[in-house]
């Protein structure tokens, strides 16, 4: 198994353990669940983004204007 070093502020480092704590976690579980979840998205660039987000905005629209009739 491998092993990951980053350098983070101390403060940040605190926070995020306190919380993980709060959750009955570890930091380490975290993250590691962050990493599965950020490697299984797939990436979108800015236009792929904001064309997904004009499709949304349509489907809103319809509905809305559904909702008035």
């Given at each position: 198994?491998?092993?990951?070093?980053?350098?983070?502020?101390?403060?940040?480092?605190?926070?995020?353990?306190?919380?993980?704590?709060?959750?009955?976690?570890?930091?380490?579980?975290?993250?590691?669940?962050?990493?599965?979840?950020?490697?299984?998205?797939?990436?979108?660039?800015?236009?792929?983004?904001?064309e997904e987000?004009?499709?949304?905005?349509?489907?809103?629209?319809?509905?809305?204007?559904?909702?008035?009739?």
């Open positions: 198994m491998g092993q990951l070093n980053i350098r983070i502020d101390d403060g940040l480092k605190e926070a995020f353990i306190k919380k993980a704590r709060e959750h009955n976690a570890s930091a380490t579980e975290l993250l590691i669940e962050y990493m599965k979840q950020y490697l299984a998205t797939p990436y979108k660039n800015e236009s792929q983004k904001i987000l004009e499709k949304r905005l349509v489907k809103v629209e319809q509905v809305l204007g559904e909702l008035a009739a």
